[in-house]
């Protein structure tokens, strides 16, 4: 499918209405990611975030409305020809017990299996340099469990990788990571979409990781786009409190310069005033 030419973006949700069983999420959403961009979703608790990250990578299927991937409705799609253009880093990841690194990432290559093709060397150099590009080679005999939560988000990802897809979605990628690890695995991210012109989308809680790593962002809040645009034109003080509900100040970030939100203080009551003594002798 990567040889498709077509005009627009290769992966656009139409019109889509998205619910769970009988509670609507999302109507009439549309959204179109761009093509070689690292696409943030952002927004409060319960805005449609990850559930449009579902419809967009075929897990949850739309009440109305399509998913496009390289113009054509995703839904018709046969299963492994969607494998082969998008890798999805799910919300929870959980690995198969007694599994080892290299085993798991080797999974990212099972849609290009098939009766006429078995594993190959071709499979094996890219799951290597898949361990490689996410720094989990020297983990490759160890198993997933023993693992730290940054050592296994980054395992995941290689095996996404490993699937070798030019659309890559993660979901929450962050998510029950320190700050450190955080970092780690977005500078990984940022490194696969500038150095491999990837496609990345990704939902993230943290505006001001969002506004420092996405090329295009898109805001939401109770299931429709409310912003999207690049940081720096989007990222305004009355966006966040729009969105966010959080009163602040944006400044620019003194690393990267990109938009930094500073929420701000508390209004303290003010101090009552002092009462004087009178002494009797």
């Known amino acids: 499918m990567t040889g498709i030419t077509q005009d627009g973006p290769r992966l656009v949700g139409s019109e889509l209405t998205l619910a769970y069983e009988k509670r609507t999420i999302a109507q009439q959403l549309t959204v179109a990611i761009p093509d070689r961009s690292f696409t943030v979703i952002v ?9 449009l990250l579902r419809a967009l990578s075929r897990t949850l299927k739309p009440v109305a409305g399509r998913v496009l991937l390289d113009g054509q409705d995703i839904a018709a799609l046969p299963a492994r020809r969607v ?5 999805l880093l799910p919300q929870s990841s959980i690995a198969p017990d007694g599994i080892t690194v290299s085993e798991l990432v ?21 799951v290597r340099e898949s ?5 989990v080679g020297d983990l490759a005999d160890r198993m997933v469990d023993e693992l730290s939560g940054g050592q296994r988000q980054r395992v995941w990802i290689a095996m996404a990788l490993a699937q070798g897809t030019p659309l890559l979605l993660l979901d929450e990628p962050t998510t029950y990571l320190d700050i450190a690890h955080q970092v780690e695995v977005l500078d990984l991210c940022a490194r696969l979409h500038q150095e491999e012109g990837r496609t990345l989308v990704a939902v993230l809680h943290d505006l001001n990781q969002a506004a420092r790593y996405a090329t295009h962002l898109v805001a939401m ?10 940081p720096a034109e989007i990222v305004t003080a009355e966006l966040v409190q729009e969105v966010f509900r959080l009163p602040c100040r944006v400044i620019d970030d003194p690393e990267t310069g990109t938009p930094l939100v500073v929420p701000a203080a508390p209004r303290r009551p003010a101090a009552a005033p002092a009462t004087s003594t009178v002494e009797v002798n």
């Not at 494998?83 to 890798?87: I, K, Q, S, V």
């Not at 080797?106 to 890219?126: C, I, K, M, N, T």
């Not at 809040?221 to 690049?230: L, M, S």
Request: charged share 25%.
């Open 43 to 51: 927004g409060p608790n319960a805005c449609g975030k990850s559930t």
């Open 83 to 87: 494998a082969r253009t998008m890798g």
């Open 106 to 126: 080797a999974r990212g290559r099972y849609p290009h299996q098939g009766l006429l093709r078995q594993w190959s060397e071709q499979d094996e150099r890219v």
């Open 131 to 135: 361990m490689a590009a996410t720094g």
């Open 221 to 230: 809040r109770d299931g429709r786009v409310v912003a999207e645009g690049a």
